[in-house]
């Protein structure tokens, strides 16, 4: 069911307002328990706004928990005040409530844009552009503090990446990414922003930006675009990119941002007609003092973007130090394709040298009669998070694989290629695919990092068995009254009797 308020006012001027729940197609019942309380409800111009309140600890088995993970926001309205269906005039945003970060407030501003070049996207499914642009000239360190995206086809534009070049990269480029391993393109692969489909205006804490125009920054950016046209329409010209909103007053720290997750490998496939069908990746921060000059900092992670395709359901992000789980640094157990942002974390969670990462990702593939391969399209799969952080570092990414040749070994294959045509040709029951998900965690993993300045390193990794998500307790709720949120480093999620304030905007049509 769905936790739902419904209010408005009627033509006399009169209001109505109730807590209420659904049990199905049916209209929503009255809640016996009303925990929700009304702040302010007006109507004006045909438009009503609401503002309502609830204790986060309800204890009321009919409304929502609300905990640090990301829930979806539904909104609908009608054409009048009869509370009957709402048709197609609805809507819904991912957010996380108690995830509030506040906002830089510079007092001068600029702001520069990086876009596609008029290019007209190709009639065909999957596509991805590259231009490679010159650094804008700033004469001196800046700081980013707002990414905003300037999206032309809402309908095609899937992802938007900005990743800093290597210094042999001294050339304006456009194209087709990933044509030719020794392209340009592929120098320039350390993530500065990323967008998803989705995802809105991106603000960074205060007191951090994202350093741009400095002596150490890159002189070249390479803007990539993930266009999705499963219509294969012709003719569209596009000049989507991301808008980057900078200021010359310099904030305490310098953001990164680490892609952690699965590499993209051939071999790798997740089985057809599979409810279920778990995926896993590791990170191992050991690795990152092999790659870089002097002591590993620790991060201070804030934000998570968690990135699948149209197969991904959920997404884990665990933390481990010393073997042991501490906490998860991203959580979505109702992953949504088309709701793809990134997620404050509502408490920064530090990275130590030598924590390990495990990135869980779980897939459908019911309505899939054939093997699913991981890959750029989106009827491909992915299984990557991007955490922002700082102080940044000069690592650009850490990705592992399945050890293949063991894979292979356990599938009497004799080569991963032939591993690969195994799986393409199992009969695949529940049986098969639980040993066959057994045997992607527990094979060892080859976990490799790279830097565009310091080069690339890798090592043997293991799959740490994650621990469930934590789950509402509304008995340590009560008898915790007080704290305010999750615990990093506990694996556990508390709650408060602190109200948290819902603002939900209804159009109401005359």
Not at 125 to 153: F, M, S, W
Not at 346 to 360: H, L, P, R, S
Not at 396 to 417: D, H, I
Not at 421 to 430: I, Q, R, S, V, Y
């Amino acid at each position: 069911g769905s936790d739902i308020v419904i209010g408005g006012v009627f033509p006399n001027g009169s209001q109505y307002f109730k807590d209420r729940y659904a049990t199905g197609n049916t209209l929503p019942l009255v809640d016996p328990q009303q925990d929700y309380t009304l702040l302010s409800l007006s109507e004006r111009d045909g438009k009503t706004v609401m503002a309502f309140n609830r204790s986060i600890g309800a204890c009321d088995s009919r409304d929502f928990p609300i905990t640090t993970l990301p829930i979806k926001l539904i909104y609908a309205y009608g054409l009048n005040d009869e509370i009957t269906h709402h048709s197609g005039r609805r809507g819904t945003k991912e957010i996380s409530l108690l995830g509030y970060v506040p906002r830089s407030t510079p007092t001068t501003t600029n702001h520069f844009d990086i876009t596609a070049n008029n290019f007209t996207v190709p009639p065909v499914h999957t596509y991805y552009y590259c231009r490679i642009i010159k650094a804008p000239n700033l004469g001196r360190k800046n700081h980013i503090y707002q990414i905003e995206p300037i999206v032309d086809h809402v309908d095609l534009t899937h992802h938007m990446l900005l990743y800093g070049c290597s210094a042999s990269v001294n050339q304006t480029l456009e194209g087709m990414c990933y044509s030719n391993n020794m392209s340009p393109f592929n120098f320039c692969f350390k993530v500065i922003a990323a967008w998803g489909i989705g995802g809105g205006s991106f603000y960074l804490p205060p007191n951090t930006g994202i350093s741009i125009g400095g002596t150490n920054d890159p002189a070249y950016y390479r803007l990539e675009m993930h266009y999705n046209n499963p219509s294969q329409a012709q003719g569209q010209v596009d000049n989507s990119g991301l808008r980057f909103h900078y200021t010359p007053e310099l904030f305490d720290h310098d953001v990164g941002t680490l892609h952690i997750g699965l590499d993209l490998i051939p071999e790798y496939m997740l089985p057809p007609d599979t409810q279920s069908f778990r995926s896993y990746a590791v990170c191992n921060t050991s690795i990152f003092s092999k790659v870089l000059p002097g002591s590993f900092p620790d991060m201070n992670v804030f934000a998570v973007l968690l990135h699948t395709h149209l197969a991904g359901r959920k997404m884990r992000v665990a933390q481990f130090r010393n073997g042991e789980q501490i906490g998860f640094l991203g959580v979505n157990e109702n992953y949504d394709f088309n709701l793809q942002e990134f997620k404050y974390l509502g408490q920064t969670a530090i990275i130590k040298e030598g924590d390990e990462m495990v990135v869980e990702c779980t897939y459908n593939t019911k309505n899939r009669s054939k093997v699913t391969n991981l890959g750029l399209s989106t009827t491909e799969e992915m299984c990557y998070a991007f955490l922002l952080y700082y102080p940044a570092t000069d690592i650009s990414f850490c990705w592992s694989v399945p050890n293949m040749t063991q894979v292979g070994a356990s599938l009497q294959a004799t080569n991963k290629v032939a591993a690969g045509a195994n799986l393409m040709t199992m009969t695949w029951n529940e049986s098969s695919v639980q040993s066959y998900q057994n045997l992607l965690h527990n094979v060892s993993q080859v976990v490799f990092v790279g830097s565009t300045v310091h080069g690339f390193a890798a090592q043997t990794g293991f799959v740490r068995d994650i621990k469930a998500t934590p789950s509402l307790s509304c008995k340590a709720s009560s008898s915790e009254a007080g704290s305010t949120v999750s615990t990093h480093g506990k694996a556990k999620w508390t709650q408060a009797t602190l109200l948290s304030l819902l603002l939900l905007w209804l159009a109401v049509l005359h």
